[in-house]
T-cell receptor
Framework: NAGVTQTPKFRVLKTGQSMTLLCAQDMNHEYMYWYRQDPGMGLRLIHYSVGEGTTAKGEVPDGYNVSRLKKQNFLLGLESAAPSQTSVYFC????????????FGPGTRLTVL | GQQVMQIPQYQHVQEGEDFTTYCNSSTTLSNIQWYKQRPGGHPVFLIQLVKSGEVKKQKRLTFQFGEAKKNSSLHITATQTTDVGTYFCAAPGSGTYKYIFGTGTRLKVLA
């Protein structure tokens, strides 16, 4: 049981480049989440999904897109990276929504130059 | 919008001293969760509180949910170097499936 995995672990982009972060979970969880973590800001929700084929906006969705084509995978895309998107990105999943434990992946450290 | 405030932002303690972090919400909560993040690591679930006035213990950690269900605290007795990390509270976002995380309290334990 790998839990929640994230690919890649580190990435450096130039302004304007695009990339996709992959999150995978093997716990058959319905709910998946993408957060970003910046110093002093805690964890802020970017987008989330309550099931395969569904996505919804979180607190800070601008500049990001997501897709949940398969239940076990949740992809986060940056179409045109900006320095303000330099952050650590965490994916999480839970069996249910509110009231359930969130299991986090190891994170992706992204730097945009 | 809904806010979850957490204080203090930082705390340095000598090993063996106690530590407390507080979480306050602007609205009444149905439940509250606590997570711990070690330096360089990812958040790990510690506990969930649901009932008004609830107190739960995990070894040296004591978690409380306020009577009005608007605040919560985490108290660590006799801190150890293994307690180092950032502690987050997380409260349900109103009317949605998501949680709002507090800004976290970073604990440093000096040996």
């Amino acid at each position: 049981n790998a839990g929640v995995t994230q690919t890649p672990k580190f990435r450096v982009l130039k302004t304007g480049q695009s990339m996709t972060l992959l999150c995978a979970q093997d716990m058959n969880h319905e709910y998946m989440y993408w957060y970003r973590q910046d110093p002093g800001m805690g964890l802020r929700l970017i987008h989330y999904s309550v099931g395969e084929g569904t996505t919804a906006k979180g607190e800070v969705p601008d500049g990001y897109n997501v897709s949940r084509l398969k239940k076990q995978n949740f992809l986060l895309g940056l179409e045109s990276a900006a320095p303000s998107q330099t952050s650590v990105y965490f994916c999480a999943s839970s069996y249910k929504g509110r009231g359930d434990t969130q299991y986090f992946g190891p994170g992706t450290r992204l730097t945009v130059l | 919008g809904q806010q979850v405030m957490q204080i203090p932002q930082y705390q340095h303690v000598q090993e063996g001293e106690d530590f407390t972090t507080y979480c306050n919400s602007s609205t009444t909560l149905s439940n509250i969760q606590w997570y711990k993040q070690r330096p360089g690591g990812h958040p790990v679930f510690l506990i969930q509180l649901v009932k008004s006035g609830e107190v739960k213990k995990q070894k040296r950690l004591t978690f409380q949910f306020g009577e009005a269900k608007k605040n919560s605290s985490l108290h660590i007795t006799a801190t150890q170097t293994t307690d180092v990390g950032t502690y987050f509270c997380a409260a349900p976002g109103s009317g949605t499936y998501k949680y709002i995380f507090g800004t976290g309290t970073r604990l440093k334990v000096l040996a």
